[in-house]
Nanobody, 117 residues
Framework: QLQLVESGGGLVQPGGSLRLSCTAA????????IGWFRQAPGQGQERIGC????????DYTDAMEGRFTISKDKTNDTVYLQMGNLKIEDTAVYYC??????????WGQGTQVTVSA
């Protein structure tokens, strides 16, 4: 079972930027397509986008394209989510996971991102 750990969340002002990291213990993250997701309070989970493991191509949902960038560093086996021009409505718990997910996918703790003045 692939277990991923998200980090890098925090409190940021509107318009600010933040970079989240996704790492895995005991396995090579680069062997998988990885997606980033988020869940805001009282709302369902949203997919942000994903990065292909074979060629590094990325794909984003329409609403996320432009302010969010997914990348990976093979040297330290980490997948990143760079977020810019953050808005209050971006406040959520952010998760990474193997992509695509399924009903049996288990989720980690996520990392909290709070956008507030």
């Amino acid at each position: 079972q692939l277990q991923l750990v998200e980090s890098g969340g925090g409190l940021v002002q509107p318009g600010g930027s933040l970079r989240l990291s996704c790492t895995a213990a005991g396995v090579t993250l680069d062997a998988y397509a990885i997606g980033w997701f988020r869940q805001a309070p009282g709302q369902g989970q949203e997919r942000i986008g994903c990065i292909n493991n074979s060629d590094g191509r990325t794909d984003y949902t329409d609403a996320m394209e432009g302010r969010f960038t997914i990348s990976k560093d093979k040297t330290n086996d980490t997948v990143y989510l760079q977020m810019g021009n953050l808005k209050i409505e971006d406040t959520a718990v952010y998760y990474c996971n193997k992509f695509p997910t399924s009903s049996s996918t288990t989720w980690g703790q996520g990392t909290q991102v709070t956008v507030s003045a």
